[in-house]
């Protein structure tokens, strides 16, 4: 009885000492081991944004559509309807019935950050997230942990660091800003595709 009571005991204190998030992983490129990666990608998101001079945090939704051949189309549909187009080295937007205007992408350093978190992790360049920025990692056996710091000097006058959670899809990222502003994105409906984008919504991605 005794021998039976010990290891109950021992076994209860290895189930509780064990961590949500055990093992670390060497690299990023560990992140292909749960990450289910395709040419296309589609969701919806949800963010939220608090800034430190304002009481209340301000929210949207929209979703978006990502092709590692074209680039990532970010549709914001609550609270007014905006259309931003994300290429290598361009930003395109535009408001429904409204012309396109064109912008370098290093003109706009936040959509910059999220192009360079958001290219790499959809397509699984993970030696572009390396390049961009230091990392931790820690998973379990289905869910990762990922902690970014920005290498680029622009980009560190902005961001301090950027959380990332998920499982086989991104689930959510918070991004943390010098002056103490915390954007947070949500991601649902996530589904990836083998087959190139529909005509319609090719039309995005036209100049």
Known sequence: MMRVCLATMLLLLAVLAKPSYAEEA????DLSRFVILAPVVRASFTQTRKIEV???PLHSRGHFLFSSDRGL??????PFK??????H???IEWEEEKPRARHALASRPSLASLKAILFPLLSGDF????????????TDQ????LTLAPRNDEVRKIVSSIEIKGGEAVETINVH?????VTQLEFTNYHTSLEDLTAEELLYFDD
Request: hydrophobic share 45%.
């Open 82 to 87: 905006t259309n931003l187009v994300l290429t």
């Open 54 to 56: 304002l009481s209340r």
């Open 142 to 145: 289905a869910n990762w942990i």
């Open 73 to 78: 189309a970010w549709l914001l549909d609550e």
């Open 127 to 138: 030696d572009e997230l390396e390049n961009s920025f230091a990392s931790v990692i820690k």
């Open 26 to 29: 060497g690299t990023l490129r």
């Open 177 to 181: 800003e010098i002056g103490g502003d």
């Open 89 to 91: 080295d361009t930003v």
